[in-house]
């Protein structure tokens, strides 16, 4: 008979050793692989900081409660279950007593200064969405799904600026340092924004009007189904739907027009915001009216890339 190597002990011992070393280089390439690069692509908002974008935009209801950086509130914070979901004529029914769901939401309301679910001005004495006033800011404030307050916010007009018209980032379609493109995505207007690292998928058609800014263009310039955009969506790209605004419960260019808030105030009652609409891209807007901050717009968070 064959005669074993090992006794039983130095073979217990042996088994032992090599399952601790399996064990230790499991552990260290879960570190590494977890340090290599954020889960999805990422978007520069400034020359070395990145950032990556919920979701979908942000939506809020009067029901229920949720924690916040103090404690808790009422009502709950969620994402849009799409990139492209808009609520639309839904805002129009905003109050403290509406159980239904909106998505237009005053500037600052984060339930910190300002109610989610403000029908007037408000009290908007409030000189930005960061430092000490930082909890004017719906993610910095608020726990959003499962996520802890803290863990999203809004980006300041610099950052928008930054993103749409001075980043860096690939060349797509014979264009260099693509940034963005109108489209129709699932027959909803917005806009497309590409990450630093961007590759068109094969099946996709050419891009076109890439960086463009004009009213000579529209929408309809680059239109994908579901099944396309989410191709495109699983190469970094987001959308941001053309979901209007609304001043009280009156609202005006759904489905035509997109007006995201800038944490980023200007004046008394006044604010920044990325505007776009038949072609143009504002990603700086002044928005001047005198009690502008009181305008329900739409809100997409982001997270910051540890670098």
Known sequence: MTKAFFTNGSSR?????IVAAVLMCLFMAGC??????????AFSVAEERQVLFSPGNLQFCTVGSHATAEGTAKGIFRFAEHQYDYLGQAN?????????????????????????????????DI????????????GVYNAIGNDAPGTWRTLTRDEWD????????????GTDSARYAEATVCGVKGLILFPDRFERPASIDTIVNINRNSFTLS???????????????????VFLPAAGFRGGTWLSTIGEGGSYW???????????????????????????YEKDRGYGRSIRLVKDVRQ
């Open 219 to 237: 929408f309809s310039d680059n239109i994908y189904t579901a099944e396309q955009w989410a191709q495109l969506e699983d190469a970094g790209a």
């Open 162 to 173: 930054y993103l749409v018209n001075r980043r860096a980032a690939s060349t797509v379609d």
């Open 92 to 124: 129009a029914l905003v109050s403290d007593t509406n159980s239904g769901w909106i998505d237009l939401l005053t500037w600052g309301s984060s339930g910190w200064h300002v109610s989610p679910c403000s029908e007037k001005d408000g009290d908007y």
């Open 262 to 288: 800038a944490s980023t105030c200007n004046a008394d009652r006044q604010a920044y915001a990325l505007l776009f609409i038949d072609g143009v891209v504002n990603a700086s807007a002044e928005c001047t």
């Open 32 to 41: 590494k692989q977890e340090e290599i690069k954020p889960a999805q692509p």
């Open 127 to 138: 000189e930005s969405l960061c430092g000490s006033e930082s909890y004017a800011d719906w």
């Open 13 to 17: 011992k042996y088994k032992m050793t």
